[in-house]
């Protein structure tokens, strides 16, 4: 029997001579599209590179007065959603799509409460006036190159929360996919292919949370 | 390559199978098509919209240069329309112009496929390119921008012009390159009919695979510039501004690595359409096909390594200037490589000057012209000489204009048949061509001359004493732009009364003709099997029979 065999309508393509073909196919685009998006951040880690390395003193200073607590538990939130999406995708591939959904709805609510922790920092920082540019007006941190920094924090922070909300988007789509029941042992490539959208956009936090927090 | 039975029955005259023209008239059998042939078309239509629109900008431009002082518009008019021509013309036409037209459309034909890997991203790309190009027209009505399309901070982040929604719609347009670039390496790394390995890839395929990878590598860092822009300038961030402590020199940085290779996305499917036409019309197989398609590679590679010759006086260092300069020289000896192949593979072939081959010829005089004033531009010392002169300007062009707007204009005759099934005037075709390389000519040598002794781009007012080769030049461009017409006027005709044309009129044993002429939907009855290279005229297999004109 061929693998196609019991495949759901509209899955295998006019255009590719197996499922197999496809998926690679899919998974080809899928990295290329996932270095596309590390090119973009790219550009930013370029540019906080070149401020660290001109205002050293102003990035440490700021570094200080972030809240490294939120910061933590938001490194924690995003890693546990990494497990739980991939939890998904393995029990989508043993044939249990409830326990697949459920697993999706638990990386939506850590999502979730990854961009609440966000919020709250981000209210603080306007509460003290450290905003980037021309609206900086932090107290605590005055030396050259202070509204630099956060210049690159709300700049990195604020596209990887785009980023999250996009995957957010992407997973429920995914989620309403999964209880349709179009996910299983014979075919998981459209769930995985999320997963490793929502992967991409933890493992970015994961180089701006040493880079804004710790270091 | 084989013929399967159906494909050659079809062929011999037994009922066809209706072609992708007539599968579906209506208005939204297009709008909505997954066939990579309409999406190839509706690009088509629209790079050649935009490439009358740049072009009526260009030559406003030349107008008013036809006197030195102030003529015709006002100073800010002219940075505005210098900057609409730069954008519309490089954002709109040469990044898209060959490879989401003409590789959308024969790419998947040249590998014996049914479709694009992503049919549905396919059709986004063109309603990307259709929302990018809106939003910056948008801008452009409203006002404008008179940055040049180069939106060097900090002026592009603080003049009171319209800057903010054309940098977004070249934000969209980016993603719409994108999509294209990764749609063409999955295509060619998954759809390869059996028996098509790499090294029998017709060579046009290799010229826009070594595109996609700089389309995908290199615009998103041009999508994260144009954004941090944006955001300077609706709420001062300040990361290019060095009243906040920024830095303009990283924009540049940021800036350049993207567009400099983004002139290989413009010239690399010029030199992928020159090698498979100069096979075509010399009827011989490719010289040194390896070293073409490497030589693609190559470019590429080390395109995304060149950019800071952009910065030579930026305040880069002498040691960096050095660098860069030798590496954008390396450019110089991959173009060599094809160059020499392209010629060899003309030596005694049989060639059949119809017009494809008049711009052939037009291409290889100016991409030797073009690459070697760009060799003399990598050299730090001249270019401290001719930096920002109209020496640039005319360099710029010689490629841009010279190698791949006549690389798609030859693509466009020699495909023509392909996508349409019609031919056009022959004589009305050489009569253009003939006008559009005088008049490219006349255009732009004045230019180079101007550069030399000094004459700075992208100024409104100069002295008297340029205004005789500013006119020459003016009058050059009025040629070019009579040319330009007079294709847009034979082709419409050909399309609409034109004779039919024979399946494989010019008895090409390139790929892409193996099948009907316009093909039918599904390109293929069935996925041919791949058992020769590209342009092999020595047997006398399908497809194609060889005659000889």
């Not at chain 1, 249990?96 to 920092?121: D, M, N, S, W, Y």
């Not at chain 2, 107008?63 to 505005?80: E, I, S, T, V």
Request: include cysteine.
């Amino acid at each position: 029997m061929s693998p196609e065999a019991g495949l759901p309508e509209g899955i295998l393509a006019h255009h590719y001579s197996s499922l197999e073909r496809q998926n690679e196919a899919m998974r080809l685009g899928m990295w290329l599209f996932l270095a596309t998006e590390i090119l973009l951040f790219a550009g930013l880690f370029t540019g906080y590179a070149v401020y660290r390395y001109q205002f050293p003193l102003a990035f440490a200073e700021g570094s200080r007065h972030l809240n490294i607590t939120a910061g933590t538990l938001n490194t924690i939130v995003l890693i546990t959603s990494s497990f739980t999406v991939a939890l998904a995708l393995h029990f989508a591939r043993i044939d249990k799509p409830r326990a697949a959904a459920i697993c999706i709805v638990l990386t939506l609510l850590f999502a979730l409460g990854f961009l609440g922790i966000k919020a709250v920092e981000y209210i603080e920082h306007f509460q003290e006036h450290a905003l980037p540019g021309k609206y900086y007006a932090f107290e605590e941190v005055n030396i050259a190159g202070a509204a630099m920094f956060y210049t690159m924090y709300f700049l990195m922070t604020g596209l990887h929360g785009l980023h999250v909300v996009a995957g957010m988007s992407v997973l429920s789509w995914l989620l309403w996919r999964t209880l349709q029941g179009r996910y299983s042992s014979l075919y998981s490539t459209g769930l995985e292919m999320g997963a490793l959208y929502w992967h991409l956009v933890d493992l970015v936090w994961i180089f701006l949370y040493p880079l804004l927090y710790l270091i | 390559m084989r013929l399967s039975e159906t494909d050659s029955a079809r062929l011999a005259g037994s009922p066809p199978a209706p072609s992708y023209l007539e599968d579906g008239t209506t208005l939204m059998s297009w709008l909505n098509t997954r066939d990579h042939k309409r999406v190839g078309v509706m690009f088509l239509v629209a790079v050649i919209v935009s490439f009358f629109l740049g072009g009526i900008f260009a030559l406003s431009l030349r107008m008013k240069l036809l006197q030195p002082g102030p003529f015709l518009m006002d100073a800010l008019g002219y940075n505005r329309l210098f900057t609409l021509h730069g954008v519309v013309m490089i954002f709109l036409f040469l990044i898209p112009a060959i490879p989401s037209a003409f590789g959308n459309f024969v790419l998947p034909l040249m590998i014996g496929a049914r479709d694009v890997a992503f049919p549905r991203l396919n059709l986004a790309s063109f309603y990307l390119y259709l929302a990018g190009a809106a939003i910056a027209i948008y801008g452009m009505v409203h006002g404008g921008a008179d940055t040049g399309w180069t939106f060097y901070t900090p002026y592009s982040s603080t003049t009171p012009t319209q800057v903010l929604p054309i940098l977004l719609g070249v934000f969209i347009l980016g993603f719409s390159s994108i999509v294209t670039g990764l749609n063409f390496i999955v295509t060619v790394h998954t759809l390869r009919a059996p028996g098509l390995n790499w090294m029998k890839m017709p060579l046009f395929v290799w010229g826009i695979y070594a595109t996609s990878i700089i389309q995908v590598l290199a615009t998103p860092v041009l999508g994260i510039t144009v954004l941090i822009v944006s955001v300077e300038r609706f709420a001062g961030f300040g990361m290019f501004d060095p009243a906040r402590g920024g830095d303009p020199v990283l924009f540049q940085h940021m800036f350049w690595f993207y567009s400099h290779p983004a002139v290989y996305i413009m010239v690399l499917p010029a030199m992928g359409v020159i090698s498979e036409t100069v096979c075509a019309f010399a009827r011989k197989n490719p010289f040194g096909y390896k070293a073409i398609a490497m030589s693609s590679i190559g470019i590429a590679f080390v395109g995304f390594f060149t950019w800071g010759h952009h910065l030579f006086v930026a305040g880069q260092s002498t040691f960096d200037a050095g660098a860069f300069g030798i590496l954008s020289m390396l450019v110089g000896i991959f173009t060599a490589i094809k160059i020499f192949n392209w010629v060899g593979t003309m030596y005694r072939g049989a060639i059949a000057f119809k017009t494809p081959f008049a711009y052939i010829c037009g291409f290889l005089y100016f991409l030797v012209f073009g690459g070697m004033t760009g060799v003399a531009l990598a050299t730090t010392s001249l270019d401290i000489h001719w930096h920002d002169t109209y020496f640039v300007v005319a360099h710029f062009h010689f490629i841009m204009v010279g190698a791949s707007v006549m690389a798609f204009l030859a693509a466009l005759h020699y495909w023509f048949p392909k996508m349409f099934g019609k031919t056009y005037h022959e004589g009305w075709g050489l009569v253009a061509a003939s006008l559009i390389i005088l008049g490219f000519n006349a255009t732009f040598v004045p230019q180079f001359l101007l550069g030399n002794y000094g004459m700075p781009r992208r100024y409104y007012q100069y002295p008297e004493h340029f205004q005789a080769l500013n006119v020459a030049s003016t009058a050059g461009s009025t040629l070019l732009g009579f040319g330009f017409v007079i294709i847009l006027i034979y082709l419409a005709i050909a399309l609409r009364w034109g004779q039919r044309s024979e399946q494989n009129p010019w008895g090409s044993k390139g790929f892409e003709w193996m099948t009907a002429s316009p093909p039918p939907t599904h390109n293929f009855d069935e996925i041919p099997t791949i058992t020769q290279m590209p342009h092999d005229y020595r047997t006398h297999e399908p497809p194609g029979v060889i005659r000889v004109t």
